[in-house]
């Protein structure tokens, strides 16, 4: 069977999930029209922005006049330390569990109108340590059994500021997604005594169709299972299950990768690309977890345009996920695409 040419399924071997994709549909999903969105100005520093330096938050609280990184408690957060621990359970059809947890949120920099790949490696790299150094701390307390670091980036994606900020949500048990990802691994490791994904990326530098960018230690590939028409992944080379595993080389690696996929993201709509992104590393429940490949995910909502987006609707709220552009077109189209951000094109 030809994958370019005629519907078929392909399997998520990391969730056990499946996606449909129909590349009859489109052939060539990047040759049409393409309305630029309007990119508006930013100042570096915005009086009524509640992330700038010197600014205060909901609650009265003033920021300190950071000048790389800032972390603070999220002053509406998700998950509290204090919840109440006592079960819920009160029916087997009502059922609830208490749950405590820690909610961060972390400014990239001091500078209102930056994003990711428009700052310098060398600050990247400073994000890269302080999202080391949570997922450490938090990991260390006794309830917290799993960090999940993020970004969501654009309105489009609910982000409510655009000052460049992500956050850490931490808590007691481990999610479902990261679950689901920790049993397959644990199966794929326990069937074939190799990891999932050191075969996963081995694999995928073999065939190359599928990679985007990559450098010495770490890979960014539109994974063959893909759902979001440009998703894609960040895999280091080596087996490390956090970024407290990465050597200080592998750190300015993955600075460098992340701001040259940003990059590449931003020029293919021109525009400053939306997305969700998210770190998945080893959870922090005092097990071994000789499975885990730490890795990011992005899930970029946009299709067609800077303005047309996909939709989770219809058969895929109902039935199964469904794409019509290859996940190797897509890469194909990420691939060509300059590494000079548009903004700083003459
Ligand atoms: P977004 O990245 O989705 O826009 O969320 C920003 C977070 O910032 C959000 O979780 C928090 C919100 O609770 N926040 C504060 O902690 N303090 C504020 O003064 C406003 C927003
Ligand atoms: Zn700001």
Redesign the pocket.
């Known amino acids: 069977m030809n994958l370019s040419e005629y519907p078929h399924r392909r399997y998520n071997p990391l969730t056990g999930d499946w996606v449909l994709v129909s590349p009859h549909r489109t052939k060539r999903p990047w040759q049409g029209h393409q309305e630029k969105a309007q990119v508006e100005e930013k100042p570096s520093y915005d009086p009524n922005c509640?992330?700038c330096p010197g600014n205060?938050?909901?609650?009265g609280?003033t920021n300190p006049d950071y000048q790389n990184t800032f972390v603070?408690?999220?002053?509406?957060?998700?998950l509290l330390e204090d919840a109440p621990t006592d079960r819920m359970d009160e029916d087997n059809l009502f059922i609830a569990h208490s749950e405590r947890g820690v909610?961060k949120?972390i400014c990239f920099s001091p500078r209102h109108d930056l994003t990711l790949p428009l700052m310098e490696v060398e600050d990247i790299r400073r994000v890269v340590d302080v999202w080391e150094e949570e997922y450490r701390r938090l990991g260390e307390k006794e309830f917290i059994n799993y960090v999940q670091i993020f970004?969501?980036?654009g309105a489009t994606?609910?982000?409510?500021?655009p000052h460049p900020?992500?956050?850490i949500w931490s808590n007691e048990t481990i999610p479902q997604i990261p679950q689901q990802e920790t049993n397959m691994q644990r199966h794929y490791l326990e069937t074939h005594q190799s990891c999932l994904l050191c075969d996963y990326a081995q694999k995928e530098t073999e065939r190359g169709e599928r990679i985007v960018v990559e450098n010495d230690s770490f890979v960014a590939l539109v994974p063959f299972w893909a759902v979001w028409p440009f998703e894609t992944m960040v895999l280091p080379r080596r087996h490390a299950a956090s970024l407290s595993d990465l050597t200080q080389p592998e750190r300015n690696d993955l600075a460098s990768l992340m701001k040259r996929l940003g990059i590449r993201y931003d020029n293919l709509f021109q525009t400053h690309f939306p997305y969700s992104m998210g770190l998945h590393q080893r959870p922090t429940d005092a097990q071994e977890h000789s499975e885990w490949h730490f890795h990011i995910h992005y899930y970029p909502p946009l299709l067609r345009s800077a303005t047309v987006k996909k939709f989770m609707v219809g058969y895929e709220l109902l039935a199964t996920v469904q794409r019509d552009i290859s996940a190797e077109s897509a890469a194909a189209r990420l691939r060509e695409l300059s590494e000079t951000h548009f903004l700083r094109q003459e």
């Open positions: 509640y992330l205060s938050r909901a609650g609280i603070f408690v999220n002053d509406f957060s998700a909610c949120v970004e969501n980036r994606m609910g982000c409510s500021n900020h992500g956050q």
